[in-house]
């Protein structure tokens, strides 16, 4: 029913015969549009989950530096190292411990 190859005519064909509902054209393309909707949605919930994994894992890594700073008075750069921060997020983390160290 809501093929993108298929044509709002054939749909209401298809609602006739088989279904025996009467709906107008334009009814039919707000039901396809909240289908699409529904779908990039649901994608975009996913991809939100996924983001959010990630920022909450650097901002661990952030807090768990901070503590290793204190509690065994190394520097930030000994911290980093013994925490095994990788390049690929070394710049976020840094940023997230100035912030941590600012508020506290």
């Not at 925490?83 to 941590?100: A, F, H, K, T």
Request: aromatic share 4%.
């Amino acid at each position: 029913m809501f093929s993108k190859g298929l044509g709002n005519e054939r749909c209401q064909e298809i609602l006739d015969a088989k279904y025996k509902i009467d709906i107008d054209l334009s009814s039919l393309e707000r039901v396809k549009m909240t289908d699409w909707y529904a779908e990039g949605r649901i994608d975009g919930i996913k991809e939100g989950k996924a983001e959010g994994i990630i920022e909450e894992r650097i901002r661990k890594s952030a807090e768990d530096i901070v503590g290793v700073m204190k509690k065994f008075g190394c520097t930030l750069e000994d911290a980093l190292d013994a925490v095994n921060v990788s390049d690929n997020d070394r710049e976020e983390i840094l940023r997230l411990v100035r912030e941590l160290q600012a508020s506290s």
